[in-house]
């Protein structure tokens, strides 16, 4: 098992100004983080980091709206980082997500859902080295 994990806040949670908020609660639930970036995707490179989703009917539209504004991604650090976090951040769509966590606090729909989380040790390997070069960690 990893303790490494990989989010980013999602352009809905970052232009409602909620990133302070969605960070302070990832702090708080004991994770470290150990790289962190404001940035934007281009549609390109949206595509890219969905590819997995290629064939999905909500693939377009994941892809535009993850490129349609400031993203903030982060490589986190806990034990058990993967499945921790996925408890944290609640269900897909927020609809079904826990009480208390990021996505039903914070999320309006299943693909305007605040955060992404790593789904496997394997994934949050190579989404964080997806958005982050090795001078950006520590
Ligand atoms: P995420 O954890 O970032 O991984 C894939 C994303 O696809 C997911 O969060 C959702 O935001 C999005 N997604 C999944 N199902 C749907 C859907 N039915 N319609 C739109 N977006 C979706």
């Known amino acids: 098992?990893?303790?490494?994990?990989?989010?980013?806040?999602?352009?809905?949670?970052?232009?409602?100004?909620?990133?302070?908020?969605?960070?302070?609660?990832?702090?708080?639930?004991?994770?470290?983080?150990?790289a962190l970036k404001w940035t934007k995707l281009s549609a390109e490179k949206a595509g890219e980091f969905y590819a997995i989703h290629k064939e999905r009917p909500f693939y377009g539209e994941l892809v535009e709206f993850m490129s349609s504004g400031t993203i903030v991604a982060a490589i986190l650090e806990k034990d058990n980082?993967?499945?921790?976090?996925?408890?944290?951040?609640?269900?897909?769509n927020p609809a079904h997500a826990d009480a208390g966590t990021i996505r039903k606090d914070f999320a309006a729909s299943v693909g305007e859902n605040a955060v992404?989380?790593?789904?496997s040790d394997e994934n949050a390997i190579i989404e964080g080295n997806f958005l982050f070069s090795s001078l950006e960690r520590f």
Do not use: Q
């Not at 303790?3 to 990832?26: E, L, Q, S, V, Y």
């Not at 980082?81 to 897909?92: E, Q, S």
């Open 1 to 34: 098992m990893s303790n490494i994990t990989f989010t980013m806040i999602k352009p809905d949670a970052t232009g409602k100004g909620f990133t302070g908020a969605i960070i302070d609660r990832i702090i708080k639930a004991g994770f470290v983080i150990k």
């Open 81 to 92: 980082a993967v499945a921790d976090f996925r408890k944290l951040i609640g269900a897909t």
């Open 116 to 119: 992404h989380g790593s789904d």
